[in-house]
């Protein structure tokens, strides 16, 4: 079997940058409202949803293991150490 690397299926890099971040994962004003009509823009879920929704549209497909590495990511920029 191939490694996931020489497949055709993108990937999300391990090591994005806040550029890249921002550039790939700002959702729109169109995801925005798909959210607020699904969750409250206070709660996790929120949150958790927009992530779930740019990565789905970055990768064209759903994966609950790239998802946690996406939001592994976000919490290192929201709250860096030192």
Not at 4 to 19: E, F, G, H, L, V
Request: proline share 5%.
């Amino acid at each position: 079997m191939a490694a996931i690397y020489q497949t055709a299926y993108p990937r999300i890099k391990s090591d994005i940058t806040p550029n890249e971040l921002g550039d790939v994962y700002t959702p729109t004003a169109e995801d925005l409202e798909f959210a607020l009509r699904h969750c409250k823009r206070t709660s996790a879920s929120f949150l958790g949803l927009l992530i779930q929704l740019k990565t789905t549209q970055r990768l064209g497909r759903f994966g609950v293991m790239v998802i946690s590495g996406v939001w592994k990511q976000a919490e290192r920029m929201a709250y860096p150490v030192g």
